[in-house]
């Protein structure tokens, strides 16, 4: 059965193909979403991963004594304008923003009278040594400067999401009068 109406024939036919299709369609973009976040989630990673190894921070301290102390100070604290990059004061301005974010702070603007200047590794390697200043653990991997892994790490004193929790303590026995 068709029916004449202002945009021309409509049969039943292509109704029910269009609706499959349609069907069809929201089924992909579905599991295609689903797959998606379930690759974030699995690849999400924080700073308590251990994301840098102690030999990178190192590495880091170096380039920092080189390149930022002066401004920033040998512990971190910060002066005049230069921010302190240890502490609260690192975890208000960093508590959960990405690694990528601070990766492209300090290599698009850093050292402030030569910015850009700090190669990719060079970069990575002073955030890992922030990152150990600021007592987050090392790992077994070193940090790599790969903009899409370092937009995965956040930058968190909280533990991982999937650890487990800390076992509870069995009660203490009543002494017996």
């Not at 499959?20 to 998606?36: D, E, K, M, Q, S």
């Not at 002066?70 to 240890?86: F, R, V």
């Not at 990528?100 to 700090?118: E, F, R, W």
Request: aromatic letters at 6%.
């Amino acid at each position: 059965m068709s029916r004449s109406g202002k945009f021309g024939v409509f049969d039943q036919s292509s109704a029910t193909n269009w609706a499959a299709l349609i069907a069809l369609l929201a089924a992909f973009l579905t599991v295609g979403g689903t797959i998606r976040s379930v690759r974030a989630a699995d690849s999400q990673r924080t700073t308590m991963d251990g994301v840098f190894t102690d030999a990178q921070a190192a590495r880091g301290k170096a380039v920092y004594s080189q390149n930022c102390a002066s401004c920033h100070m040998d512990d971190l604290s910060g002066s005049g304008q230069a921010l302190p990059l240890a502490g609260d004061a690192f975890m208000e301005t960093w508590d959960g923003q990405t690694v990528a974010d601070l990766n492209d702070l300090v290599h698009n603007t850093m050292p402030q009278d030569k910015p850009g200047s700090l190669s990719a590794n060079d970069t990575v390697d002073v955030i890992s040594y922030l990152l150990q200043f600021n007592k987050f653990p090392a790992g077994k991997d070193e940090l790599k400067p790969d903009p899409a892994g370092l937009k995965n790490i956040l930058i968190s004193k909280k533990a991982p999401a999937d650890a487990a929790p800390p076992p509870t303590p069995a009660p203490s026995p009543t002494p017996s009068k």
